[in-house]
């Protein structure tokens, strides 16, 4: 597998990025980087991180890095990720940034202290900080409970202070979307696995629409609907599909639509990616336009149950041949 890190490795260009990404021998992962200048989404270092650790650090290979950014991978840990040795040095004092370095989370115990200890790092008001929180519980329980990833999660996220917006990325190299989706759903193509997952109501466990107890099938809903809120860009990447939820028009006023079917959403969409063993989540999240968090899910939680009713609805209404 190949990687190239540019200057625009972002998910508004998510589909440039994807161009630079050759998964042909998936045992082996080379790095390279824009000869000049690194800027990239935390989501991509994490897509990094989980491809790394698939692959093991012997079967690593990293170009010299002649970019005068390229301390900004050693900063957010990479290369002891990756278990190799980092050009840099940084001191001890600059991790205490406004940003959450690449960190692995295979466990309930290490997702909840990785939240308890985030939010002191990217130096958020309470307010802004529990929908941040809110999140990454979902996407890493996400991972937890479907990906079979012995090596868990990859978790970073950066704070832009100019822009009062944070970027998080989520990644882990396990069965993929469609593996999780297709046993208890119809779903004929990896596209088609994502927009089931991103549906309200529809999770792998269960044929049943609303979920279980404890799995409702609204997470990944839940978190596309922020997104829209915040008038943000949303990415998820499994297998060969790409579904980016794109901003809203900013002439669009009041609170936005939330639409329980993906297909409906302004977005871009492709079943022809280069394949990804696994699935990766990338969110960026504007501050200034997001909502309380008790009033966001509550408006959230009353577009699932309509979407579920409508449904229901639906599904009854099917004419039935004997």
């Keep these: 597998m190949k990687i190239h890190l540019s200057f625009g490795d972002y998910l508004r260009n998510f589909e440039s990025f994807l161009q630079s990404f050759d998964p042909s021998e998936p045992d082996k992962l080379e790095i390279s980087t824009h000869d000049k200048w690194i800027s990239v989404h935390p989501v991509v270092l994490t897509m990094i991180a989980a491809l790394g650790h698939r692959v093991g650090p012997d079967n690593i290979k990293i170009d010299a890095i002649t970019a005068a950014?390229?301390?900004?991978?050693?900063?957010?840990?990479?290369?002891e990720v990756l278990k190799k040795d980092s050009p840099y040095t940084i001191a001890e004092h600059e991790s205490a940034g406004k940003f959450i370095p690449l960190t692995q989370i295979r466990t309930q115990e290490e997702q909840t202290k990785f939240i308890t200890e985030m939010i002191p790092l990217l130096h958020l008001e309470p307010?802004?900080?529990?929908?941040i929180k809110y999140m990454v519980g979902e996407l890493v329980r996400n991972v937890l409970e479907h990906s079979l990833s012995k090596d868990g999660a990859f978790v970073a996220a950066q704070y832009y202070p100019k822009a009062n917006m944070v970027r998080?990325?989520?990644?882990?190299?396990?069965?993929?979307?469609?593996?999780?989706i297709h046993h208890s759903w119809p779903a004929r193509t990896d596209i088609?696995?994502?927009?089931?997952?991103?549906?309200?109501?529809?999770t792998g466990t269960t044929k049943r629409e609303g979920g279980t107890e404890t799995n409702a099938g609204a997470g990944l809903f839940f978190i596309k609907s922020m997104a829209m809120v915040a008038r943000d860009y949303f990415v998820v990447y499994s297998g060969t599909a790409l579904y980016k939820l794109t901003k809203r028009d900013k002439r669009t006023k009041g609170f936005p639509r939330l639409r329980a079917n993906p297909s409906n959403d302004r977005h871009a969409e492709t079943n022809s990616a280069p394949n990804f063993p696994g699935t990766l989540v990338g969110i960026d999240i504007s501050l200034d336009?997001?909502?309380?968090?008790?009033?966001?899910?509550?408006?959230i939680r009353n577009a699932y149950t309509e979407a579920l009713k409508e449904r229901k609805k639906i599904k009854y209404k099917r004419p039935r041949f004997m």
């Design 289 to 299: 336009q997001t909502l309380e968090l008790t009033t966001l899910l509550s408006v």
């Design 127 to 131: 307010t802004q900080a529990d929908a």
């Design 192 to 202: 088609d696995a994502i927009k089931l997952a991103l549906t309200p109501g529809i």
């Design 168 to 180: 998080l990325g989520i990644c882990d190299a396990g069965v993929g979307i469609w593996k999780t």
């Design 69 to 79: 950014s390229g301390h900004y991978l050693a900063r957010m840990r990479l290369f």
